[in-house]
């Protein structure tokens, strides 16, 4: 299908502002613009394409926001959404359907400062990393105070802080990493991007497309980078945290392409690609090849003199390229796509 003009309501120089999205208005000129350009029904798609929105949060997105994913541009993410957004209006008629997903937390969780104590009960200080020997040290231990207010045995949140930090370790991800407060559940950093969220809502009413939101990383017990599953799926007696997300993989299995954007590139993103290609389950769906990344609108974690998650990003993208998927830019046709292009009559 074509592509379509960016409606005029569209500022790029406000993505990095958060805002209200006047509905009533944008909702009336989604239908028009619908008629305007003759956009079919999204039930009525010969290709079914969708979208995941991964994290895309004024937490992560906004300049002076908790974790503002400034990459090493310095501007990142704003950057980002604003070539998300024109990609979602230039395709408005040919994607199917969006999957926003919420990073959710709440402040006694295991990857917040207030989780543990050091032997004079001081908290980290936010980017400390944890390590297995730092644990088995005594360097950092759960704070008692905080397993009582959860209801926890106190042993067994000691014990679990001692497996969890080792199961980190021996699957290979980064060690627990003590973050600032962020995307607190109710509060104004949660919320999409706004003017993400207006180009969301206007797809949705001109498309007749209603989006798929996916809630993730509200369980005290452990990180969530991932959309479709947890750092760690089991504590130290067996006992399950959570799983694979099978139902969110089996809906993205009724799509040809699934396209993916989002923050941060280092993290949430690098984390739900990998459980798209390593867990055994997800893998045997064949998701991998009809996995798009749209490379330039996700930017990696970079706290200068702190972190930089840059070259680990990088490599993951190559790595991701390798095992079969597809590394877009958002200024590349649909129909052009790897994969994509034998259906580009269907998508005209």
């Given at each position: ?6 409606p ?5 120089d406000r ?10 208005d ?9 008629e ?22 004024n937490?992560?997105?906004?300049p002076?926001?908790?974790?503002f ?15 998300l ?19 959710t937390?709440?402040?006694m ?9 050091d ?12 390590s ?56 104004i ?22 989006p ?5 990383g509200?369980?005290?017990?452990t990180?969530?980078?991932s ?10 007696d067996?006992d ?14 009724t799509?040809?392409a ?15 690609i ?19 990344l ?9 706290v ?19 095992a ?13 796509w ?8 269907e998508?005209?």
């Open positions: 299908m074509r592509e379509l003009p960016v005029a309501h569209f500022d790029p993505v990095g502002e958060v805002w209200r999205v006047p509905y009533e944008r909702a009336r000129e989604a239908a028009a613009w619908a305007e350009h003759g956009i079919r029904r999204a039930a009525e798609d010969p290709v079914r394409v969708c979208l995941l929105a991964v994290d895309v949060q937490t992560f997105c906004v002076d926001f908790e974790l994913v400034a990459g090493r541009s310095g501007v990142g993410a704003v950057e980002d959404n604003r070539r957004c024109d990609f979602v209006y230039r395709n408005l008629g040919t994607i199917t359907q969006v999957f926003p997903s919420l990073d937390h709440h402040a969780q295991i990857f917040h400062a207030i989780w543990l104590v032997e004079d009960g001081n908290h980290p200080e936010p980017y400390t990393l944890v297995p020997e730092d644990v088995e040290a005594g360097r950092w231990r759960v704070n008692e105070a905080v397993a009582e207010a959860l209801g926890m045995d106190f042993d067994y949140a000691a014990r679990h802080l001692a497996h969890y930090t080792r199961r980190l370790a021996a699957g290979g991800k980064y060690n627990l990493t003590i973050w600032p407060y962020h995307a607190m559940l109710g509060g950093g949660h919320a999409l991007v706004s003017a993400v969220e207006e180009a969301i809502f206007f797809h949705g009413v001109a498309r007749y497309s209603q798929d939101f996916q809630v993730k509200d369980n005290p017990r990180e969530h980078y959309l479709l599953g947890p750092e760690v799926t089991e504590g130290p067996g399950p945290l959570d799983g694979i997300n099978m139902g969110l993989v089996e809906k993205l299995l799509f040809d699934v396209v993916v954007a989002g923050q941060a590139k280092s993290h949430c993103i690098a984390w739900t990998d459980d798209l290609l390593d867990d055994e389950d997800v893998r045997e769906c064949g998701l991998a090849e009809r996995t798009y749209l490379e330039d609108c996700t930017s990696p974690v970079v200068p003199g702190v972190v930089d998650y840059t070259d680990e990003a990088d490599a993951a993208f190559k790595r991701y390229a390798a079969g998927m597809h590394v877009v830019h958002s200024t590349t046709p649909i129909e052009s790897p994969g994509l292009a034998h259906r580009a009559a998508l005209r």
